[in-house]
């Protein structure tokens, strides 16, 4: 099979979640206008009884391309922002939710500009793709307990990605 990367978009990336771009949204001048908030950036979903949320701090080294892709996961639980510090490109290879992913309705991302994704719970991703070395904030479920689930590709499902 063979995938172009797109250049993602709120519409196109809709399906698969939020594409976090803080220049659509409208900013609020707050404390006596020293700062500029966006608020509500991502819609943060957590499931089951524990509805804790963390945020954390991935120190992501550069892939080296082509990339091979043989793998996707997803998170039954909770939704997973990715949002880089800076200005750090990276790649986002996504299926929509279902019991496993649907390859022929697969898509890839390039998110520029400092811009970050929030992926629905249950939408089959590929781990993070940074084009350099580059630090990440992510948000999901506190407790992680069953909220992985992998999807190995067969062999001739496996393909590569170039930037």
């Known amino acids: 099979m063979s995938y172009n990367i797109e250049e993602i978009t709120k519409?196109?990336?809709?399906?698969?979640?939020?594409?976090?771009?803080?220049?659509e949204v409208q900013s609020t001048n707050i404390n006596l206008n020293t700062t500029k908030s966006y608020f509500d950036l991502a819609n943060i979903e957590i499931h089951g009884e524990d509805k804790r949320v963390r945020i954390n701090l991935f120190a992501?080294?550069?892939?080296?391309?082509?990339?091979?892709?043989d793998m996707l996961e997803n998170h039954p639980f909770s939704s997973q922002v990715f949002f880089?510090?800076?200005?750090?490109?990276?790649?986002?290879?996504?299926?929509?939710?279902?019991?496993?992913?649907?390859?022929?309705?697969?898509?890839?991302?390039?998110?520029?500009?400092?811009?970050?994704?929030?992926?629905k719970p249950r939408v089959w991703h590929f781990p993070?793709?940074?084009?350099?070395?580059a630090k990440f904030i992510t948000i999901d479920?506190?407790?992680?307990?069953?909220?992985?689930?992998?999807?190995?590709?067969?062999?001739?499902?496996?393909?590569?990605?170039?930037?």
């Open 11 to 23: 519409e196109k990336f809709s399906k698969f979640g939020d594409f976090i771009n803080p220049e």
């Open 141 to 163: 479920k506190k407790n992680d307990e069953g909220n992985l689930e992998i999807y190995n590709f067969s062999n001739d499902e496996v393909f590569s990605i170039d930037v």
């Open 84 to 119: 880089p510090l800076g200005n750090n490109p990276f790649i986002v290879v996504v299926c929509p939710a279902n019991e496993k992913p649907n390859l022929n309705h697969l898509s890839i991302f390039k998110v520029d500009n400092g811009f970050g994704v929030n992926f």
């Open 60 to 69: 992501a080294k550069k892939r080296n391309f082509p990339l091979k892709i």
């Open 128 to 133: 993070l793709i940074s084009i350099d070395d």
